[in-house]
């Protein structure tokens, strides 16, 4: 069975700085995807950035880029420039793409503070 | 509207209840998921569907819990003999065959 661990419950950064949200993962399937998923508070999740475990080149997507070492099973966010609308919950989730359980597997969750 | 709607946005029940949710998925995905988040947590996977198949069903989904998707379009999950233990919100989500699945707003479960 897969398995995320996110080992931070909380973060704060102040606004304008950098922070990074840290994921692992567990699981003996080759080909998967990785995702990174925010939740405002009292809104919808919403797809931050998407990593395909078969390319090397980590995704970017404006201020979010990842760090995806697939040796080490471990995929983290960073978020550049911080703004107060990046205050949310983080989910870090996994999908196999081939032969296993099209389902997200996600973490527990990073609460993040952007402090003004 | 194109994204993925969920009906009711809030529901209070007692305890021994039935309840009802219904999501309504972006027109053209194919897959359609729910799962269901407590406070703090991370959201946990009930079922999915492909079309009108419901291919896997957690074992969290106890006898209780069921959902079907006719004519593979909306869904439905009912909760029969609602317990407290099943206060949480019930989320929707729904997807084509890439992985990225967009989600809906939820369906918050108080049971009394």
């Known amino acids: 069975a897969q398995t995320v661990t996110q080992s931070q419950p909380e973060m704060s950064v102040q606004e304008a700085e950098t922070v990074t949200l840290s994921c692992t993962y567990d699981?003996?399937?080759?080909?998967?995807?990785l995702f990174w998923y925010k939740q405002p508070p009292s809104r919808q999740m919403i797809l931050v950035i998407r990593?395909?475990?078969?390319?090397?080149q980590n995704a970017t997507e404006n201020r979010f880029s990842v760090n995806f070492q697939k040796a080490a099973k471990s995929f983290s966010l960073k978020i550049s420039d911080s703004q107060l609308g990046d205050t949310a919950m983080y989910f870090c989730?996994?999908?196999?793409?081939?032969?296993?359980?099209?389902?997200?597997?996600f973490g527990k969750g990073t609460k993040l503070t952007v402090n003004p | 509207d194109t994204g993925v709607s969920q009906d009711p946005r809030h529901k209070i029940t007692k305890r021994g209840q039935n309840v009802t949710f219904r999501c309504d998925p972006i027109?053209?995905?194919?897959?359609l998921y729910w799962y269901r988040q407590t406070l703090g947590q991370g959201p946990e996977f009930l079922t999915y569907?492909?079309?009108?198949?419901?291919?896997?069903k957690s074992r969290l989904l106890s006898d209780r819990f069921s959902a079907e998707r006719p004519k593979g379009s909306f869904s439905t999950l009912e909760i029969q003999r609602t317990e407290q233990g099943d206060s949480a919100m019930y989320l929707c989500?729904?997807?084509?065959?890439?992985?990225?699945?967009?989600f809906g707003e939820g369906s918050r479960l108080t049971v009394l």
């Open positions: 699981t003996s399937e080759n080909n998967y995807y």
């Open positions: 989500a729904s997807s084509q065959s890439n992985g990225e699945l967009f």
């Open positions: 990593q395909e475990a078969y390319k090397q």
């Open positions: 027109s053209e995905h194919n897959r």
């Open positions: 989730a996994f999908m196999p793409t081939w032969g296993g359980s099209e389902k997200l597997v």
């Open positions: 569907f492909q079309n009108e198949a419901q291919l896997e």
